[in-house]
């Protein structure tokens, strides 16, 4: 089977003699996106992880998907569900009101479909959402990642890929959020396969 992100690797490996390392010792990039997700749907899953471990998100996004009987809820049907039912699947009041917005704004429109997000551009997608309540630069970059298949996306404020970077780098701190960013320059086109690589960080 080919390996997909080979070209990514060869690239990334080819920067400096740590990244040569680190690649060598994870081994192949296994990056599986979640395709054809509507970004509803994707968007309302970034909100569960948001700020939370994977197993903490894992359970509230378990329990939230319980209420529909596993299947993943219309905004008609988000909108209906009390506040409460919410509030016991481990959401915030902060998080219901979130995922209520994105519920109303794909409803309005504003959240694009699936056919009408994956023509439009990085960074308009970026400021087109992130002017709804609670959606940062860091859930649309999730939603670009893992449900737009777009391979070029460095999430520059991720603690896991400021983090990565320290340890692959020996660093004492990790990089700011504007360093992580000029630092992502150099690992054009692929800092999507980047990012994974870096959330896999190296032990110091």
């Known amino acids: 089977m080919p390996d997909p992100f080979l070209e990514a690797r060869a690239f990334l490996a080819g920067l400096d003699p740590d990244w040569a390392r680190h690649i060598e010792a994870v081994g192949p990039c296994l990056h599986q996106a979640k395709p054809a997700r509507e970004p509803c ?45 919410l509030r016991a699947c481990g959401f915030s009041a902060g998080k219901i009101a979130t995922i209520r917005g994105i519920a109303e704004a794909t409803l309005s429109g504003v959240v694009p479909d699936y056919q009408a997000a994956r023509a439009m551009d990085d960074e308009a997608l970026i400021e087109r959402l992130t002017r709804l309540r609670g959606i940062g630069r860091w859930t649309v970059e999730m939603l670009l990642i893992y449900s737009l298949e777009r391979l070029d996306i460095l999430p520059a404020d991720d603690f896991g890929v400021r983090e990565g970077y320290r340890r692959l780098k020996d660093l004492e701190q990790q990089p700011t959020r504007k360093q992580m960013t000029e630092i992502g320059l150099s690992l054009r086109p692929h800092r999507t396969v980047a990012a994974w690589y870096l959330w896999r960080g190296p032990a110091r």
């Open 41 to 85: 749907e994707a968007l309302v899953r970034a909100i569960a992880y948001q700020q939370l471990h994977a197993r903490a998100g894992d359970a509230i996004l378990g329990r939230f998907l319980g209420l529909y009987g596993q299947a993943f809820p219309s905004p008609e049907q988000i909108l209906a569900t009390a506040f409460e039912p």
